[in-house]
């Protein structure tokens, strides 16, 4: 079955710190891999997403993530962080063919200014 | 373009009581989804449509949840009766999918549901 774990529930940075939020998976095939943020009381914005091909993936606002197969794992980064990326932050993965998206528990996200 | 709109933003009711949440996906987009996200957690599909057919309800409690999409356009989400533990925020979702490859789902701002 397919699963998502973040393993970080709180991360505090400060404000132009680099920011690195772990996403690991577990699926049988290759994956379809998202980052969604969500600002309080907001919907889900979709940061970037890896569907094959490039596993360095560029994303809006500034962010990155890597898909490592070996490691299953698809963690993002930003080399800057800013007051306003203060979020929560859900990993999530898509089966190929069925459109399911599982997501994880999410990654509060704190900046310090 | 406009996004997914859901209404109403916020609701309270009583326990017992029925509820109806609407969604409006993007046009052209002929996937919906309904999630729930209950405090501190991610989103859980409740139900997928492909047009106007329901081909993922596995998730939907279907002793007190409901769902139509008409017309394979709009779709409401109904309660009946609102249990305590109901609360959360119910979020429609929509994605334009095809055989060949995923999309994302684009999400809408979701529906906060307090049963008091």
């Known amino acids: 079955a397919q699963s998502v774990t973040q393993p970080d529930i709180h991360i505090t940075v400060s404000e132009g710190a680099s920011l690195e939020l772990r996403c690991n998976y577990s699926y049988g095939a290759t994956p379809y891999l998202f980052w969604y943020v969500q600002s309080p009381g907001q919907g889900l914005q979709l940061l970037l997403k890896y569907f094959s091909g490039d596993t360095l993936v560029q994303g809006i606002k500034g962010f990155e993530a890597e898909f490592k197969r070996s490691q299953s794992s698809f963690n993002l980064r930003k080399p800057s962080v800013h007051w306003s990326d203060a979020a929560e932050y859900f990993c999530?993965?898509?089966?190929?063919?069925?459109?399911?998206?599982?997501f994880g528990t999410g990654t509060r996200l704190k900046v310090l200014a | 373009e406009a996004g997914v709109v859901q209404s109403p933003r916020y609701k309270i009711i009583e326990k017992k009581q029925p509820v109806a949440f609407w969604c409006n996906p993007i046009?052209?987009?002929?996937?919906l989804y309904w999630y729930r996200q209950n405090l501190g957690q991610g989103p859980e599909l409740l139900i997928r449509?492909?047009?106007?057919?329901?081909?993922?309800d596995s998730q939907l409690p279907k002793d007190r949840f409901s769902a139509e999409r008409l017309k394979g356009v709009d779709s409401t989400l109904k309660i009946q009766p609102a249990e305590l533990g109901d609360s959360a925020v119910y979020l429609c979702?929509?994605?334009?999918?095809?055989?060949?490859?995923?999309?994302?789902?684009?999400f809408g701002q979701g529906t906060r549901l307090t049963v008091v």
């Open positions: 999530a993965v898509g089966a190929s063919g069925t459109y399911k998206y599982i």
């Open positions: 449509y492909e047009n106007e057919e329901a081909v993922d």
């Open positions: 046009s052209g987009h002929n996937t």
């Open positions: 979702a929509s994605s334009s999918t095809s055989r060949r490859q995923n999309t994302e789902a684009f």
